[in-house]
């Protein structure tokens, strides 16, 4: 699989960035959700040989504003061997979004799923996600390569951006939900007024066995302020599965004041997400308490490594800190990417998580 493309940038803000070293000239654009929307096309000879895919793509850029199609005239086209994608991302957290309506089978395979998410001869992104025909009456199936290849159950950045893209696809606009299917069950997002999206992200799982952790669990057999040897030290952790496995920590036996940002997470991170007490592998959030509402986490994402955000991560987060007593059901999480709000409702043991999911770009690559 060659990585040459085209892609086209909406309004958004790296994309506004990108546009300014391209051209001098001012051009004004629409998001992509308006009704005029205008784009600027960027064209890499399809077949070329592109080690770099932004590079390449600028190097021949050709500027075709405004382009007469939508976005989703742009998604309607059907070349058997192109894959017309849409990149979004939630606080960083990168995805490239696949219309996989017509069909039960993920256009893109785990294989490709790795080329197309390297960023250095792909696309760039923390994982491939498909928009499929929903089962049991739901509207939509979600499902999901990381960027190892590796296929989680879960999405929780991810889900923001599917409703994103499903509205789009859909064109419309304003307040609207959606039923999603995934390996974790109905999950159901919102998309808001402010253009942020709720997500209904259902109950946390805390049984040892279906975490799954192999760590010994209390008497109601959940895992919570277990020891967990890693790398000489004695962590404390809890571990609660959104559909995905999660491992949170607060800190050592010897210190539960954690710094994240002196934690040097691509050592320590494979370390817990291989651990033999994860027999799934396990997502590994750091965490810091700022208040009883305002937490600090970095991430070590199974598949994924350090990302910018998880959505899901931030969910278990809030769930560890309540059952450690460190925090209230309703927080502010901080994440490298920007924050998430994170409720656990006494009222019927859902998680909400509130966040935003925005374009990146438009782009078509061959398979
Ligand atoms: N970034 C995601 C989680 C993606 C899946 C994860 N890497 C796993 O393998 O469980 C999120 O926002 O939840």
């Avoid at 959700?33 to 205008?38: I, V």
């Avoid at 590796?150 to 959606?178: D, H, T, V, Y």
């Amino acid at each position: 699989m060659a990585i040459a493309a085209a892609i086209t940038l909406p309004l958004t803000t790296p994309s506004r960035r990108f546009l300014a070293s391209a051209s001098a000239n001012p051009i004004r654009f629409s998001s992509p959700l308006t009704a005029q929307p205008k784009y600027l096309k960027i064209a890499a000879g399809r077949g070329t040989q592109c080690p770099n895919f932004r590079i390449c793509a600028a190097s021949s850029m050709r500027i075709e504003a405004p382009e007469k199609g939508s976005p989703d005239s742009f998604l309607d086209r059907k070349e058997s061997d192109i894959l017309h994608f849409v990149k979004y991302h939630g606080l960083g957290n990168d995805f490239i979004l696949v219309d996989n309506r017509d069909t039960t089978e993920p256009k893109v395979s785990p294989d490709q799923a790795v080329k197309l998410c390297d960023r250095n001869f792909g696309i760039g992104a923390d994982g491939v996600i498909f928009a499929m025909p929903g089962v049991n009456g739901t509207d939509y199936t979600m499902r999901i390569f990381n960027s190892d290849g590796s296929e989680p159950e879960m999405c929780g950045n991810g889900i923001r951006c599917l409703a994103k893209f499903i509205a789009e696809l859909e064109n419309s606009r304003g307040k609207q939900s959606f039923t999603i299917h995934t390996g974790a069950g109905l999950i159901v997002p919102e998309i808001q007024e402010d253009g942020k999206v709720r997500v209904d992200m259902g109950e946390p799982i805390l049984k040892a066995t279906d975490v799954p952790t192999k760590l010994p669990p209390n008497k109601d057999q959940s895992v919570v302020k277990a020891r967990l040897d890693v790398d000489g030290s004695a962590w404390n952790v809890t571990c609660v599965s959104m559909g995905n496995p999660h491992c949170v920590t607060f800190g050592t036996s010897q210190s539960q004041d954690l710094q994240v940002d002196e934690l040097n997470l691509s050592d320590i991170g494979p370390k817990f997400e291989h651990h033999v007490m994860f027999p799934a592998r396990t997502n590994t959030e750091f965490v810091q308490v700022f208040s009883p509402t305002h937490l600090k986490m970095r991430v070590w994402e199974r598949g994924a490594g350090a990302t910018l955000a998880c959505g899901t991560g931030a969910c278990a987060v809030v769930v560890a800190a309540v059952l450690e007593d460190r925090a209230a059901r309703r927080c502010t999480v901080d994440l490298p990417g920007g924050p998430l709000d994170i409720e656990w409702s006494e009222k019927d043991n859902h998680i909400y998580m509130t966040g935003p999911a925005e374009v990146v770009f438009y782009g078509s690559v061959p398979l």
